[in-house]
């Protein structure tokens, strides 16, 4: 069962700071058992020179405590050198490092100035989309339609503020993907800005997501205007997609309009491998979703049910030869069917 985290090997983590799979496997097995109220001072014995073995061991055990917070009360931890609080608080030093590095901000003004003064802001993208004018939890999707008749769907873990004055109307992407089907209004142009530059619609349908360094954009019907924040400019039209970074915007190629089906709840996979499944499946739910890499090159036709990601697992199970090992309810592994059970 591989880790959350990237791997860049089928064992260890890419980096130091990074627990391997065989680890986490391990950590969640150890948890499993701790909190089953079943586990003897023999247990407890061995646990804590498991933990005490290597210190990949207890960046697993860190792991395994931060994500457990989200679903259940924590008893005390049987190692009073190891408290819960102090395992979160570890954790959540490293969440925040990353939220920091992968911020997306609000755009401050409405040219180049502003948009300079966005790149700039400090606050990191979570507490922005916690005070965003619209916003999705994970798992969650939602339409929102705004004033002139424009339609927004949000994606899972989504978030956008709308800005509309007498002469322009503007929506800054916060967080994750939206889908936006915009209204006529030919006295105000539409724009949408992202933290690598700005989108201007040019009576259109179009998805916009969120990465890390870059911006996505494919668009079904009309055309978008991308203006990037270094100034470089591109037209995409209606079944093209592209993706843009602050300084380019790379050569389009054909949409595939399976990108707009989580609008409808659903993603749809054509000849994608299974970890690239697994990947999507992630965002839409809460805890841990590992797939072994005997398996995740698999390849996945098909559409599946992102409002009950449990179905779509199942669903995934009866169709290839895997299984899902759910070692807590919040912590789902799958495996080669092959694979004998530990």
């Given at each position: 069962m591989t880790a959350v985290l990237p791997l860049s090997g089928p064992d260890r983590a890419s980096t130091a700071s990074e627990p391997s799979r065989r680890a986490m496997e391990q950590a969640a097995e150890w948890?499993?058992?701790?909190?089953?109220?079943?586990?003897?001072?023999?247990?407890?014995?061995?646990?804590?020179?498991?933990?005490?073995?290597?210190?990949?061991?207890?960046?697993?055990?860190?792991?395994?405590?931060?994500?457990?917070?989200?679903?259940?009360?924590?008893?005390?931890?049987?190692?009073?050198?190891?408290?819960?609080?102090?395992?979160?608080?570890?954790?959540?030093?490293?969440?925040?490092?990353?939220?920091?590095?992968?911020?997306?901000?609000?755009?401050?003004?409405?040219?180049?100035?502003?948009?300079?003064?966005?790149?700039?802001?400090?606050?990191?993208?979570?507490?922005?989309?916690?005070?965003?004018?619209?916003?999705?939890?994970?798992?969650?999707?939602?339409?929102?339609?705004?004033?002139d008749g424009t339609r927004v769907w949000l994606d899972t873990g989504s978030a956008f503020d709308e800005d509309y004055r007498p002469h322009y109307r503007r929506l800054r992407l916060l967080a994750g993907a939206i889908l936006v089907d915009t209204a006529g209004d030919p006295r105000r142009p539409f724009f949408v800005d992202t933290p690598q530059g700005r989108l201007r619609a040019l009576g259109t349908r179009f998805t916009v997501r969120l990465g890390s360094e870059e911006t996505f954009l494919a668009v079904y019907a009309g055309a978008v205007e991308v203006s990037t924040g270094s100034g470089a400019r591109s037209v995409v039209r209606a079944g093209q997609q592209t993706r843009f970074t602050v300084d380019a915007v790379a050569a389009a190629e054909p949409a595939d309009a399976a990108r707009e089906a989580w609008s409808r709840g659903v993603l749809v996979a054509r000849d994608m491998s299974l970890g690239e499944v697994v990947q999507e499946l992630r965002r839409y739910r809460s805890g841990h979703l590992g797939v072994a890499p005997e398996v995740a090159g698999l390849r996945v036709f098909g559409s599946f049910p992102l409002r009950n990601t449990d179905d779509a697992l199942d669903m995934l199970a009866s169709a290839l030869p895997i299984r899902l090992r759910r070692t807590l309810p919040w912590w789902v592994g799958i495996e080669p069917a092959d694979r004998a059970a530990q």
């Open positions: 948890y499993a058992l701790l909190r089953s109220g079943e586990a003897t001072d023999d247990d407890r014995a061995l646990w804590e020179a498991w933990l005490d073995g290597d210190p990949d061991h207890r960046r697993a055990w860190r792991y395994v405590e931060a994500v457990s917070r989200g679903f259940e009360p924590l008893r005390a931890t049987p190692d009073p050198r190891c408290t819960a609080d102090n395992l979160w608080a570890a954790h959540a030093r490293t969440l925040q490092r990353r939220r920091l590095l992968a911020c997306v901000a609000v755009l401050a003004g409405t040219g180049s100035l502003g948009w300079i003064a966005w790149r700039h802001t400090p606050l990191p993208a979570a507490a922005l989309a916690w005070t965003a004018d619209h916003h999705t939890a994970t798992g969650e999707v939602r339409e929102v339609v705004l004033a």
